[in-house]
């Protein structure tokens, strides 16, 4: 009689069915969690040799594990990444503490400064990323001295020689974002009383005005030819035509795509709910042509799983879609449709000139787009050349 996988456990015995649920209840096939129980098994087994208790069990208990599996003849072990899962698992029931991580003053204070921008800014993760890790360089170069964290030393001198620096290296366009994430440091800094002065008022402003030049457009046909050659042949593809209706026809943002949840569908109000920046929440309508796709993903290929995101990803662990990975569907559209490289928001553009031409006033479109100012939406103005030809006064001295 074969033993069952829990006596061949050890000391991991009592966590083999709870184990094996967090794996199924994550998208992983049978094959797969027979064996990634197989590891757990063998894993318990040599905490029990080496009289060791579960909660010994760490990264670098698993690294004396592998060394000492390989000494006794095993070539085909799992990688630190495999061995991610299994100890994810045991920090969750509580039976393995956490990894203690020593912390500096500098991850002190961004500690902080990520509860703020999460707490009082509502900022996505994403954005949350980029802003400490601007704020960890620019802190790393000017606020340790001899060895010692000394924030409330920074002048303005230091914010600018940064910021020059950062000008010689990146676009226009990223650079007012480093003023952008440098006044939202000095604004915590000062709120958090590390600095005395509002350091904030002493970043300038970057040169570069938004109505200088026109906004890239994309072809209303180039647009139909990307969700004309994306095949939908499985579970993936059907989930990345979802993703793809929803950028090209109601102009959905990266963020928002991501964020959307099943109970956004109101489908007997034919709408969608959109969680986007700054917490801010919207209704638009469904069409038709959109919500066919959808329906084609939740009932052919969304994995039957409780987590109420509506996009999941596509291997497991499942889990919900990041934001970036709007931008990977739209660019292997690209590929297939045999078109430049294009991002997900020059998919908004698309549409935006779309409606312009077929008449809607700007109001409409801001509304669409939800553009909180309408100066924002005034940019599409420019390039409905036809109407401008209509107003457009001739050049002097030029007959007209």
Not at 15 to 37: I, K, S
Not at 187 to 216: E, M, N, Y
Not at 230 to 249: F, Q
């Amino acid at each position: 009689m074969m033993a069952s996988p829990r006596r061949k456990a050890g000391a991991l015995a009592a966590q083999v069915d709870g184990y094996r649920e967090w794996l199924a209840q994550r998208g992983y096939t049978p094959l797969t969690v027979r064996n990634m129980l197989k590891d757990l098994g063998q894993v318990g087994q040599w905490l029990s040799r080496e009289r060791l208790e579960v909660a010994d069990l760490s990264e670098d208990r698993l690294r004396e594990y592998l060394v000492d599996r390989r000494r006794a003849g095993r070539r085909r072990l799992a990688g630190a990444r495999g061995w991610l899962p299994l100890l994810t698992f045991l920090r969750e029931v509580g039976v393995v503490p956490e990894a203690q991580v020593a912390s500096t003053p500098l991850d002190s204070l961004l500690g902080r400064y990520r509860c703020w921008m999460q707490r009082e800014r509502g900022l996505s993760e994403s954005t949350m990323l980029r802003y400490e890790n601007t704020a960890r360089r620019f802190l790393t170069e000017h606020a340790m001295r001899g060895g010692e964290f000394t924030p409330g030393r920074l002048t303005g001198v230091d914010l600018n020689a940064f910021l020059l620096r950062e000008c010689g290296r990146v676009s226009s366009g990223s650079a007012k974002g480093r003023v952008a994430e440098l006044r939202s440091l000095m604004r915590f800094l000062h709120l958090s009383r590390a600095i005395s002065t509002k350091l904030g008022a002493a970043v300038p402003p970057v040169g570069g005005w938004r109505l200088a030049s026109v906004p890239p457009m994309m072809a209303a046909t180039d647009v139909q030819r990307l969700l004309d050659c994306c095949p939908r042949d499985n579970a993936v593809r059907v989930r990345d035509y979802a993703i793809l209706m929803l950028v090209a026809r109601l102009g959905l943002r990266s963020i928002e795509v991501a964020r959307l949840r099943l109970d956004d569908i109101d489908w007997r109000c034919g709408e969608v709910v959109l969680r986007g920046k700054g917490r801010r929440e919207d209704r638009l309508p469904l069409p038709v042509e959109v919500g066919e796709a959808l329906v084609a993903y939740l009932s052919r290929a969304r994995p039957r799983l409780a987590d109420r995101h509506l996009f999941l990803t596509g291997r497991a662990p499942r889990a919900p879609i990041r934001a970036d990975l709007v931008g990977d569907v739209v660019q292997r559209a690209c590929i297939r449709a045999g078109l430049a490289h294009v991002g997900p928001h020059r998919l908004r553009h698309a549409l935006a000139e779309q409606m312009l031409r077929q008449g809607a006033g700007l109001t409409a479109i801001g509304q669409v787009l939800r553009h909180q100012d309408l100066a924002t939406t005034a940019l599409y103005a420019k390039v409905d050349f036809a109407a401008l030809r209509q107003v457009a006064q001739p050049w002097p001295g030029v007959a007209a």
